[in-house]
């Protein structure tokens, strides 16, 4: 069992819009700023794609954007691309450890 | 650019040790932390660790210790990740990424390791 609680799949159609919940604790979602989200394509390394909840690194689509309330963090992907079918990981700090979630398979219809 | 390469797939027996490399290049080796995530087959991602490539100083995962040593060497600017008394669940892809301000910005390609008799 996963620190950090993600659903395992959900789906939509082209150009739809997305979300992920990924769900802590008061010790690590809850208690840091530093919440990242990775997008993994089946036998390829994790990319990062949101850093410190709603930081994008360059060269990542504006349609990806993150959030966070309480103990729960969000990834949000607007205008579903066939191209964003893919597991999806958050990742929190806590107590100088690093917790990922279980994943979540999107998966574009 | 910013590259991490490791080294190549693995095949052992159960009771074997496994060494895997991951060589830096692109930026200053020293100034960022290495860490490893191991990936079960078609499961999530299980972080191990890290190694801080300036001190050599470690931080293993309570469930690793004793069992798995990161090293490096800093004259080839490569880290590397030992595990020992392997098992068959320990039949994983590898990876090792640069950590910055905690998040991991750069993955290394990940090095297959099949535990089997």
């Known amino acids: 069992q996963s620190a950090l609680t993600q659903p395992a799949s959900v789906s939509e159609s082209p150009g739809q819009s997305i979300t992920i919940s990924c769900t802590g604790t008061?010790?690590?979602?809850?208690?840091?700023?530093?919440v990242s989200w990775y997008q993994q394509h089946p036998g390829k390394a994790p990319k990062l794609i949101i850093y410190?909840?709603?930081h994008r690194p360059s060269g990542i689509s504006h349609r990806f954007s993150g959030s966070k309330s309480g103990n729960t963090a969000s990834l949000t992907i607007s205008g579903l691309q066939a191209e964003d079918e893919a597991d999806y990981y958050c990742?929190?700090?806590?107590?100088?450890?690093?917790?990922f979630g279980g994943g979540t398979k999107l998966t574009v219809l | 650019q910013v590259q991490l390469v490791q080294s190549g797939a693995e095949v052992k027996k159960p009771g074997a040790s496994v060494k895997v490399s991951c060589k830096a290049s692109?930026?200053?080796?020293?100034?960022?932390?290495i860490h490893w995530v191991r990936q079960a087959p078609g499961q999530g991602l299980e972080w191990m660790g890290w190694?801080?490539?300036?001190?050599?100083?470690?931080k293993y995962v309570q469930k690793f210790q004793g069992w798995v040593t990161m090293t490096r060497d800093t004259s080839i600017n490569t880290v590397y990740m030992e595990l020992n008394r392997l098992r068959s669940d320990d039949t994983a892809v590898y990876y090792c990424?640069?950590?910055?301000?905690?998040?991991?910005?750069?993955w290394g390609q990940g090095t297959p390791v099949t535990v089997s008799s």
């Open positions: 692109g930026y200053s080796f020293t100034e960022y932390y």
């Open positions: 190694i801080n490539p300036n001190s050599g100083g470690t």
């Open positions: 990424a640069r950590e910055w301000g905690w998040r991991f910005d750069f």
């Open positions: 410190d909840v709603t």
């Open positions: 990742s929190s700090y806590s107590r100088t450890n690093t917790l």
């Open positions: 008061s010790s690590d979602i809850g208690d840091h700023s530093s």
